[in-house]
């Protein structure tokens, strides 16, 4: 397994203090083959890859495709897993996952999205939160290619505005995080990039003949943490990932106040829709 930033570094020391970490050819060939097959079959286009663009092609939602979700059964990915946790018994066994596919576009330019954003958007923010992130790529990808960046330790700060205030909001807030270089995940088929729910992070335009295609994957843990202590010992890379900014309790049940509020955004979101249609009207 090897990783990016600082080489000497472990992948989990790598994700614990950078919020990131790129682990190299961690899924095999034989499923990447079996995978870009069915997307393929899903995007119904004659087409080869190369010749795929932004204006030509209808993106699939992959999310609940049999052959795709297979990307959890993979030794890499499962042994992955049990190294964030301590253990694959920690992990729920849930597959949440997208498809990201950004073929070419020939009017984009070849520039990076200059700020990162969190997927938290209007809404609570979880201190500890229940997992991590991680994506695929299926593809081999040169820079500027429709490629994820993230903004290395950008956790640390994020997490620590929401400690100190539990208000804190995305995008309202954000100008209080020092953004720094971004890192852009330029990847060989088969390479897989973990990152913390709270670094920072962007998709880019396809500026690149051969699109981005990537499995978006969630690795989430049965319980959610009701406190970290950076002092009790065996801590997993994941909940040391946490406690960077000390020992902390949440003051409220972190699970069922994001479940309220993203249901309360659904139904702000929804009324503000029903308000443009009835403007229009």
């Not at 946790?85 to 950004?102: H, M, P, T, V």
């Not at 954003?117 to 229940?130: Q, R």
């Not at 994957?217 to 900014?245: F, I, K, T």
Request: aromatic share 10%; proline share 9%.
């Amino acid at each position: 397994m090897k990783f990016c930033t600082e080489p000497d570094l472990y992948w989990t020391e790598h994700y614990v203090k950078y919020g990131f970490a790129v682990v190299k050819g961690l899924v095999d060939r034989a499923f990447i083959s079996e995978a870009l097959e069915e997307i393929k079959r899903l995007v119904a286009s004659p087409l080869p890859l190369t010749q795929w663009t932004k204006d030509h092609i209808t993106i699939p939602n992959g999310s609940a495709n049999p052959v795709l979700a297979r990307v959890y059964d993979q030794p890499g990915v499962r042994s992955a897993i049990a190294e964030m946790f301590g253990s694959l018994d920690e992990w729920n066994r849930e597959r949440q996952f997208q498809l990201f596919l950004k073929p070419y576009d020939p009017k984009a330019p070849r520039e990076l999205t200059p700020s990162g954003h969190i997927d938290f958007v209007k809404c609570p923010i979880p201190v500890l939160g229940s997992g991590f992130m991680f994506q695929v790529s299926l593809v081999d990808k040169q820079p500027y290619g429709g490629n994820i960046t993230v903004w290395p330790g950008t956790h640390r700060p994020v997490q620590k505005c929401v400690m100190q205030s539990p208000a804190w909001r995305y995008p309202a807030n954000w100008d209080d995080i020092p953004m720094g270089d971004p890192f852009e995940f330029v990847a060989e088929a088969g390479d897989t990039l973990f990152f913390h729910h709270l670094v920072a992070h962007a998709g880019n335009p396809c500026c690149t003949r051969m699109p981005r295609i990537s499995l978006h994957c969630q690795g989430l843990r049965n319980e959610w943490l009701p406190e970290v202590d950076p002092s009790r010992a065996g801590m997993s890379p994941w909940e040391r990932s946490l406690a960077l900014n000390g020992r902390y309790r949440p003051p409220q049940d972190e699970k069922t106040m994001m479940e309220r509020g993203f249901r309360e955004r659904r139904e702000e979101q929804a009324m503000e829709a029903a308000a443009a249609a009835a403007a229009t009207s």
